[in-house]
């Protein structure tokens, strides 16, 4: 049974800073790909960043240059580290994996950014 378990959400303000982390069963390498989602009330879950076993990187346009996802060898998890956060990213976040066709999710942790 793969397990994702999110960490790291909170409530932050405009510009600030926040590092999502993603524990998974077993290794993180076993994975394809690896990423996050998020899904804003009454909005489509939509991709955020994700990065697969080779190290090819994806990010949604939105994201670009303000969020990383990297892989943290010695934590075993797969984090986001989102910058200069914006209100409208405010969402419930969603770490996702891929394996031999199979999708998994995580329970989700929520992003707020308010003043």
């Known amino acids: 049974q793969v397990q994702l378990v999110e960490s790291g959400g909170g409530l932050v303000q405009p510009g600030g800073s926040l590092r999502l982390s993603c524990a998974a069963s077993?290794?993180?390498?076993?994975?394809?790909?690896m990423g996050w989602y998020r899904q804003a009330p009454g909005k489509e879950r939509e991709l955020v960043a994700s990065?697969?076993?080779?190290?090819?990187?994806n990010y949604a346009d939105s994201v670009k240059g303000r969020f990383t996802i990297f892989r943290d060898a010695a934590k075993k998890t797969v984090d986001l580290q989102m910058n200069s956060l914006k209100p409208d990213d405010t969402a419930v976040y969603y770490c996702n994996a891929r394996r031999s066709g199979e999708t998994y999710w995580g329970q989700g942790t929520q992003v707020t950014v308010s003043s």
């Open positions: 077993g290794s993180i390498f076993s994975y394809n790909t």
């Open positions: 990065i697969t076993s080779i190290d090819w990187i």
